[in-house]
Nanobody, 124 residues
C-alpha cells in the first residue's frame, strides 16, 4: 500500500494551495485518513483527519482556514488550504489507517501508512 502526495509548493501569505494524496495497492478498507505536518526543528503535528464516513477533525490553528475532504471512489484525500500564514510552512504528510487481509482464511491486519511528504513554503 502506498500513499502519494502532490500539490505542495511556494505561495504568498494569504494565498491558497490544495494538497492531494492518492492511495494505491490492495486492502480491505481505508479507515481514517489525515494530514500531518513537520516544520524544521519541530515535531510532526496533526493537521486534520477525516473518517470514511466524512467526520472531520482539525487542529485549532487551521480550523476555519483548511478543509479536509476525501473521495472514497478514488481513494484520495485532499487538503484545501486558504489564508496561508508563514507558520503553516512545513512538509505535509498524508496518513491513512488501512486494513488488509493477510491470509486465505481472511485474517485482517491494520496498518498505518505514510506518504513521502510534500513541502509547502509560505512567503511573507
Amino acid at each position: 500500500v502506498q500513499l502519494v502526495e502532490s500539490g505542495g509548493g511556494l505561495v504568498q501569505a494569504g494565498g491558497s494551495l490544495m494538497l492531494s494524496c492518492a492511495a494505491s495497492g490492495s486492502w480491505s478498507r481505508i479507515d481514517v485518513m489525515g494530514w500531518y505536518r513537520q516544520a524544521p526543528g519541530k515535531q510532526r503535528e496533526l493537521v486534520a483527519t477525516i473518517t470514511s464516513g466524512g467526520s472531520t477533525h482539525y487542529v485549532d490553528s487551521v480550523r476555519g482556514r483548511f478543509t479536509i475532504s476525501r473521495d472514497n471512489a478514488k481513494n484520495t484525500v485532499y487538503l484545501q488550504m486558504s489564508g496561508l500564514k508563514p507558520e503553516d510552512a512545513a512538509v505535509y504528510y498524508c496518513n491513512a489507517g488501512i486494513t488488509v487481509i493477510v491470509n486465505v482464511e481472511g485474517a485482517q491486519r491494520s496498518l498505518e501508512v505514510w506518504g513521502q511528504g510534500t513541502p509547502v513554503t509560505v512567503s511573507s
